[in-house]
């Protein structure tokens, strides 16, 4: 059987037709060009039988990006797997707003709670290296993995095993989070491959999804420098809400909901 008979074949069962074709690239490091010529090519039995097992884990909904075991974020890589939640691109702008609004010459302390693959921590400790970055998770498992992305990203990380600020000390120039955001009442509204295989603790966060955003509020400015800026990520319905929380919280900052690319409120901002 030839590559491309089978590969059409198995992409029929799948939601993301091109699915299968990248995970495969990916695993071997294959050019467009190079696929498109393993395609006229016959198909081996051991590449046949490896080829049915990954489009069978790709029709159990398992993300394309534990298969292959990374994801691309703010152009470095990181490892991911079912420890930790995959590194989206909206969290990529919140990451591009922090570089672009702040010094990155200068020794800032920076403290990013909810760290999991680490993923904005080591972003920025990337970025600027003057930086001193405290990652933080309530997941040992995920501050475990975060430690692996920093090491093969080759920078410095402080990590801490916290709930949010409860077991961190000292202030900080600049907090940031990604924190569990999504109501367990909206379960349903989330992707099938996120449902079944990233880690709830990640995703959901009790009272409608601000309890964690809450919590924040109520720690942040015992540990915010008074000239210290906040950033975090947002549900793209919670900003009004979360705008009023954040201004009981800091009387004397401003506090600005931002939208994303796509026009959806994505970042709270307080400085």
């Known amino acids: 059987m030839l590559w491309i008979e089978l590969t059409r074949k198995l992409s029929e069962n799948l939601k993301e037709p091109f699915e299968l074709e990248f995970v495969w690239r990916q695993q071997h490091e294959l050019s467009k060009l190079d696929w498109l010529n393993l395609m006229r090519e ?4 051991e590449d046949e039988t490896t080829l049915k097992a990954i489009a069978d ?33 909206e969290t990529e702008e919140l990451v591009q707003m922090i570089l672009e609004e702040n010094p990155h010459q200068e020794a800032l302390s920076v403290l990013d709670i909810g760290t999991g693959s680490g993923a904005i ?34 920078v410095q ?10 077991d961190i000390a000292g202030s900080f120039d600049l907090i940031i989070s990604n924190p569990p955001y999504i109501s367990p009442d909206d379960r349903d509204e989330v992707d ?9 603790s990640a995703l959901y966060a009790e009272n409608d999804g601000y309890a964690i955003y809450e919590k924040i509020a109520q720690q942040a400015p015992q540990h915010l420098d008074e000239a210290g800026r906040l950033y975090m990520e947002i549900g793209y319905k919670q900003g ?32």
């Open 192 to 200: 099938a491959s996120v449902q079944k295989f990233e880690p709830d």
């Open 157 to 166: 990380l402080e990590l801490v095993c916290s709930d949010v600020l409860d």
């Open 240 to 271: 009004e809400r979360l705008k009023a929380i954040f201004e009981t919280a800091f009387p004397e900052k401003e506090v600005s909901v931002i939208k994303d690319s796509f026009g959806k409120d994505r970042m709270l901002k307080v400085c």
């Open 57 to 89: 884990r790709l029709a159990k909904d398992e993300p394309p990006q534990y298969i292959i075991g990374w994801e691309d974020f703010a152009g470095l890589r990181f490892k991911v797997d079912e420890r930790v939640l995959i590194p989206r691109p």
């Open 121 to 154: 921590a080591i972003s920025l400790a990337k970025a600027c290296p003057s930086w001193k970055l405290t990652a933080s998770d309530l997941s040992e498992s995920a501050l475990e993995l975060a430690g692996e992305n920093a090491k093969a990203n080759q």
């Open 42 to 45: 016959e198909i081996s039995e």
